[in-house]
């Protein structure tokens, strides 16, 4: 199978702080699956290492996280037309209008890709065909 994460899945990954629940560390763990991370989650995280408002041990440079998610077997996924194409047609929730996100499930529901988060707000676009795996902590 193949599964988006969004940025606070990484860290959590990364960071084994027993936050991921026995589903979500199982398919990380799964080597038949395969694993992306959303470029925008990358372009994210490299910001809050260089502004210091995210510290990851492993991170020393923004390089750092590239590098990490590549030795984790992570595949980055790259906003496309097609992506972008979804994103103009979802709803802009009044709760939630983070781009990030919203790009992100636009990304796993073009791709039909499951999408994995901590976030309590993605269930609202599983009527317009996100596949959630909620990292319930």
């Known amino acids: 199978m193949r599964y988006l994460i969004d940025s606070n899945i990484l860290i959590l990954s990364i960071v084994d702080t027993g936050q991921l629940t ?16 959303p470029a925008k989650c ?40 097609e992506h972008l194409r979804t994103l103009a047609k979802l709803p802009l929730f009044p709760d939630h209008k983070d781009p990030t996100d919203r790009i992100i499930v636009a990304q796993a529901i073009t791709e039909k890709i499951a999408l994995i988060s901590s ?19």
């Open 22 to 37: 026995r589903e979500v560390r199982d398919i990380l763990n799964d080597y038949g699956n395969l694993i992306y991370v």
């Open 42 to 81: 990358v372009e994210e995280l490299i910001y809050l290492q260089q502004t210091r408002k995210v510290t990851v041990q492993r991170w020393k440079t923004a390089d750092d996280i590239i590098d990490n998610i590549k030795e984790l077997n992570f595949g980055i996924k790259y906003i496309a037309e």
């Open 119 to 137: 976030d309590r707000k993605f269930p609202l676009y599983v009527r317009y065909g996100l596949d959630f795996v909620f990292n319930k902590r």
